[in-house]
Structures are given as structure tokens and as C-alpha cells.
């Protein structure tokens, strides 16, 4: 089991800055592949980014370079600085941990982005 909590959310201006936590508990040498993703309202949730564990990322089109995801193995956690922010990146923000064995997925209860024009 994994249990994932987020922090950093919060309202910010067009053309702010925030930056997302992310800390896993529990079997946190089974994680593989942590990532952000989401969930605007009336809309599916959708990939932001991903860390893998050997620090490879991956990036949504609509973040590429405003975006930037990290990851502190020490630390068991995972960070989204946002940049360049926009009205369109107003989403509850989920943290996501899949384990590297099993591949079983995990997810945070999420944090509320909210970006005013």
C-alpha cells in the first residue's frame, strides 16, 4: 500500500507561480513511475507529467516547457513547479504513484489549482 498527500495548491494570477507536492508513505521502495495528472471541471482527468524512478520525464503538450517535475528519491517525494501559469490550468491537481512489480496505481486525494485571467 502507498498512501500519497499533496500540498501547494492555491488561487494565483495568469502568469504566476506554484509549486505541487507530493509525499508517499507506506511501500515506498515498490514505487516505480510517479506523475501528476488533472481534473478540470467537466472534464477527465489527464496526464501533466511523470518521473520515473531513474529520473526520466515526461510532459503533456499544453505544459511543455512552463512545467517542470522532480523527485527526491530521499525524500519520498515528488514535486510540480508550475510557471507561466494560465487560466486553462485550472484543475484539482492529483499526485499518482505506480509500483514497479505489480504495477498497481495509487492516487492522492488531490490539491486545487485555480489560475485567474
Known amino acids: 500500500q502507498v498512501h500519497l498527500v499533496e500540498s501547494g495548491g492555491d488561487l494565483v494570477q495568469a502568469g504566476g507561480s506554484l509549486r505541487l507536492s507530493c509525499i508517499a508513505s507506506g511501500s515506498i521502495f515498490s514505487i516505480g513511475t510517479m506523475g501528476w495528472y488533472r481534473q478540470a471541471p467537466g472534464k477527465e482527468r489527464e496526464l501533466v507529467a511523470t518521473i520515473t524512478r531513474g529520473l526520466s520525464t515526461n510532459y503533456a503538450d499544453s505544459v511543455k516547457g512552463r512545467f517542470t517535475i522532480s523527485r527526491d528519491n530521499a525524500k519520498n517525494t515528488v514535486y510540480l513547479q508550475m510557471n507561466s501559469q494560465k487560466p486553462e490550468d485550472t484543475a484539482l491537481y492529483y499526485c499518482?504513484?505506480?509500483?514497479?512489480?505489480?504495477?498497481?496505481?495509487?492516487w492522492g486525494q488531490g490539491t486545487q489549482v485555480t489560475v485567474s485571467s
Open positions: 499518482h504513484a505506480r509500483l514497479a512489480i505489480t504495477t498497481s496505481i495509487y
